[in-house]
């Protein structure tokens, strides 16, 4: 599993990554996009996960 680096929990920033997510699951349906938020100002994080072939192309593409 990659876990990205917290985003500022703001609304723009979450339509950003949602907006992300749509764009890889078009092309990428092999991995699952989980969004995290959390209540209060608890930084957003991203997680991408896929099968264990995939880990290097998920380090590749988000520098895990």
Known sequence: MFRSRPFAAKQDILLKLA?????EHECCRFLTFKIVVEAGVIPIQLE???????RDMIADFFGA
């Not at 907006?19 to 764009?23: H, K």
């Not at 991408?48 to 995939?54: C, D, I, K, L, R």
């Open 19 to 23: 907006e992300l997510v749509r764009l």
């Open 48 to 54: 991408v996960t896929g099968s264990p072939e995939s």
